[in-house]
């Protein structure tokens, strides 16, 4: 293995630290453009407050046979969802931005869209539909953020990884459904 050094020096560590205390955890080693990061945390962010209140609605508006199991499955996901949103106004804030909660333009920042679908089984499909859009979107997002921001990178990774997973639940539930 190459002499490659593994960590700046400490003098010079401690003398960065020093500099520009107030923005927290961005130092001078943070690379990525923070206002590009920022502005696709906030679509992120919109994105699963609009996922939160489509589940809400379909936990709300499920009926029929299969109403009970489906409507939980749509409140463990708008519960999940609204976690996510939280992760990632958190980091926002991190990043020395605002979360943008405004509910005006709520749906033009969002990349998924709020289906409200007239059949357990059309919002099922919507919420997939929605999901699989996060998905996209998200890993576009990872691989934007790279090495430049690991923190948003990883915690985007792990939303992911949970959107995933309800894709796959709303595909089984798809196929209980008949």
Do not use: W
Not at 1 to 15: Q, V
Not at 16 to 22: K, L, M, S, T
């Amino acid at each position: 293995m190459a002499n490659k050094p593994f960590l700046t020096d400490i003098k010079t560590l401690r003398e960065r630290a020093r500099q520009h205390i107030e923005n927290g955890a961005v130092t001078a080693g943070y690379s990525a453009d923070r206002e590009t990061v920022i502005k696709l945390l906030n679509e992120a962010l919109a994105t699963e407050i609009v996922c939160v209140l489509r589940y809400r609605r379909h936990y709300f508006m499920a009926a029929g046979i299969n109403a009970e199991s489906v409507a939980a499955e749509f409140l463990q996901h708008s519960n999940e969802e609204q976690g996510h949103a939280d992760q990632i106004a958190q980091r926002i804030v991190q990043l020395k931005g605002e979360p943008n909660l405004n509910p005006d333009g709520l749906l033009t920042r969002s990349h998924a869209e709020y289906a409200e679908g007239e059949t357990l089984t059309d919002m099922i499909k919507e919420d997939l539909v929605a999901e699989r859009i996060a998905i996209d979107s998200y890993r576009e997002m990872i691989t934007y953020f790279g090495n430049d921001d690991p923190t948003s990178r990883r915690m985007m990774e792990e939303i992911l990884a949970v959107e995933e997973e309800h894709a796959d639940d709303l595909v089984t539930l798809l196929e209980k459904m008949g």
